[in-house]
Antibody, heavy 117, light 110 residues
Framework: QLVESGGGSVQPGGSLSLSCAAS????????MNWVRQAPGKGLVWVSLININGGITAYADSVKGRFTISRDNTKNTVYLQMNALRAEDTAVYYC????????????WGQGILVTVSS | QSALTQPRSVSGSPGQSATISCTGTSNDVGGYNYVSWYQQHPGKVPQVIIY???KRPSGVPDRFSGSKSGNTASLTISGLQAEDEADYYCSSYAGSYIFIFGGGTKVTVL
């Protein structure tokens, strides 16, 4: 399973760090993604990281503000979010792609991040 | 990184077919055979129903099918059932490890 944590409320300009703990599969063999969904809105891909952290990618909307990382010894992927804006308010999902695939076949339950003054 | 374009809503009666389009560009939908579709019921986590344009994961009913022509992908639900009422999202690989989702389509079974 994938279990997100670290969400909550933060003021604009603030920072928050999300964690996603994986279990039940060989975490170190899988790339990992973050996807978000603003309240009542659609899915937006945020970021991905490869198996050893050597490759990362970001949506333009978060580039330079968010950083994805992972610790394979802890089976955990992280999303450090800085300079948060109201439009970053969303449920953040961590998601695993099918091994070697270009689609997400395993999702966490999501965690809510609210950016508001 | 513009979102893929989907109709906001599609509806049909039980037993009818419904088709959702997903329009991108030659840099995403048209450039790769890596279009996937996700179904999301209210309050639930998205679930993949089509991947690599036309493939169905095990357990997904065969009334769901995918196709692509040029820069537009499509999801067809043949024989609509009440439980198909949900939001549907397309997604495409866009190169350089970037992925893009569509804005989502609400399917209503009348």
């Amino acid at each position: 399973q994938l279990v997100e944590s670290g969400g909550g409320s933060v003021q604009p300009g603030g920072s928050l760090s999300l964690s996603c703990a994986a279990s039940g599969f060989s975490f170190s063999n899988y790339w990992m993604n973050w996807v978000r969904q603003a309240p009542g809105k659609g899915l937006v891909w945020v970021s991905l990281i490869n198996i050893n952290g050597g490759i990362t990618a970001y949506a333009d909307s978060v580039k330079g503000r968010f950083t994805i990382s992972r610790d394979n010894t802890k089976n955990t992927v992280y999303l450090q979010m800085n300079a948060l804006r109201a439009e970053d308010t969303a449920v953040y999902y961590c998601a695993r792609p099918r091994d070697g695939g270009y689609y997400l076949d395993f999702w966490g339950q999501g965690i809510l991040v609210t950016v508001s003054s | 990184q513009s979102a893929l374009t989907q109709p906001r809503s599609v509806s049909g009666s039980p037993g009818q077919s419904a088709t959702i389009s997903c329009t991108g560009t030659s840099n995403d939908v048209g450039g790769y055979n890596y279009v996937s579709w996700y179904q999301q019921h209210p309050g639930k986590v998205p679930q993949v129903i089509i991947y690599d344009v036309t493939k169905r994961p095990s357990g997904v009913p065969d009334r769901f099918s995918g196709s692509k022509s040029g820069n537009t992908a499509s999801l067809t639900i043949s024989g609509l059932q009440a439980e198909d009422e949900a939001d549907y999202y397309c997604s495409s690989y866009a190169g350089s490890y970037i992925f893009i989702f569509g804005g989502g389509t609400k399917v209503t079974v009348l």
